[in-house]
Every structure is written in structure tokens, then in C-alpha cells.
């Protein structure tokens, strides 16, 4: 079973910050998955990647395949980013990080 | 837009009734999952179907079946439901390419068992 870590498990950050989401995993890939998920439940695709750096309007994802290591970036950040944001792996199957929970404040 | 719809948001169900579940999507996905999602475990598979008629356990099928008679449609069951099984439960569906395939999630049916 592959292992996904995220952090920091919780962040608040005052708005208009640059955030930086770290996930990490301990086997070989063939793509990884980036997901937002609001109160109530619902849960968003923001990127699929499988190397190098994808960006829409102010994330931006990136991901290193030889360190198992993918970032989730969040430029000039407002109270409407603040969600759940999960890392998932895809080894067959996807495995999921835990999640961490973003609050930015006006 | 695509979507996953599920067909209650929440439920309340009593030890031992059987609960059924519901998803479709409107994609014409191959792919079906089930999952739940508990605080400090993230989401766990239950069962996924890779086409009408089939299913495949994931990682924690116990207590759970399902169901895949048409395509769009994409049935959790619990036979017996348990207080062990109060949980968020998550549809998702997903396209045949193996690394450009995107989940798509519905909305979450949240069951408490009392």
C-alpha cells in the first residue's frame, strides 16, 4: 500500500498570501491528483499531473517524479480558497492523503 | 457540465436496516468507484466496477456490496448497516485513460447509524 503524506495538516493564512501545499509518497506513480474539498462534502478535481508543472488562473501544481515529492501552490489567496485540499496517488488504483485544511482570513 | 449526482445527502438509518446508496453520472464513464471518508484516514475504496456487471472489492469491502446494472448507475449496499459504518460515503467516476483519467466526485451522502 503506497503512502501518501501531506503538510501541514491545517494552515490559516491572512489573504493575499502565496500558500504552498507539500504532498509526499513512498512508491512509484503513474499520475498524482490535486482535489479541493468544500464544507458539505463535495469534492473538486484542480489538476492531474504526471510531471513538471501545471497552472489554472492562481494554482499552480508541480511535481518532482525522481523525489515522489508534488507541490500545490496558491498565489495572492482569498477567504473563497479556504477547502480541504487532497493529494491523491495513482498506483492502479488512487490513494489519498488525509487532506489539509486551508482557512484564509480576510 | 459532467456530473456525478447521489441520490441522498444525508441519512439516518437504524442498526441492522439495509441501506441502499445510489450514484449516476452522466459522462458515459467506464469506471465507478465507492469510497468513504473518515477524519484522520482520508478516502478509503470500498468497491469500484469497471463495467456493467462487473465489480472489484477495494480495500475495505466488509459489510458492503454492490451493484452495476447499467452503466450510469453505480449502487452501494449495506445489508446490515452497523454504527461502525456512520461515515461520509463518495461516488466517483472516471474515464478510461490510465493517467489523464480525472475523478469525478458527487456530493457526499453523509449516514449516521444510531
Known amino acids: 500500500k503506497n503512502e501518501v503524506e501531506q503538510s501541514p495538516q491545517n494552515l490559516t493564512a491572512q489573504e493575499g498570501e502565496f500558500i504552498t501545499i507539500n504532498c509526499s509518497y513512498s512508491v512509484g506513480i503513474s499520475a498524482l491528483h490535486w482535489l479541493q474539498q468544500h464544507p458539505g462534502g463535495g469534492i473538486v478535481s484542480l489538476f492531474m499531473?504526471?510531471?513538471g508543472k501545471k497552472k489554472h488562473g492562481r494554482l499552480i501544481a508541480t511535481i518532482n517524479i525522481q523525489e515522489k515529492h508534488s507541490s500545490l501552490h496558491i498565489t495572492a489567496s482569498h477567504p473563497r480558497d479556504s477547502a480541504v485540499y487532497i493529494c491523491?496517488?495513482?498506483?492502479?488504483?488512487?490513494?489519498f492523503g488525509t487532506g489539509t485544511s486551508l482557512t484564509v482570513i480576510p | 457540465d459532467v456530473k456525478v449526482t447521489q441520490s441522498s445527502r444525508y441519512l439516518v438509518k437504524r442498526t441492522g436496516e439495509k441501506v441502499f446508496l445510489e450514484c449516476v453520472q452522466d459522462m458515459d464513464h467506464e469506471n465507478m468507484f465507492w469510497y468513504r471518508q473518515d477524519p484522520g484516514l482520508g478516502l478509503r475504496l470500498i468497491y469500484f466496477s469497471y463495467d456493467v456487471k462487473m465489480k472489484e472489492k477495494g480495500d475495505i469491502p466488509e459489510g458492503y456490496s454492490v451493484s452495476r446494472e447499467k452503466k450510469e448507475r453505480f449502487s452501494l449496499i449495506l445489508e446490515s448497516a452497523s454504527t461502525n459504518q456512520t461515515s461520509m460515503y463518495l461516488c466517483?467516476?472516471?474515464?478510461?485513460?490510465?493517467?489523464?483519467?480525472?475523478?469525478?466526485f458527487g456530493e457526499g451522502s453523509r449516514l449516521t447509524v444510531l
Open positions: 491523491a496517488v495513482k498506483v492502479g488504483q488512487f490513494y
Open positions: 499531473l504526471s510531471s
Open positions: 466517483a467516476s472516471r474515464g478510461t485513460h490510465p493517467n489523464t483519467g480525472e475523478l469525478f
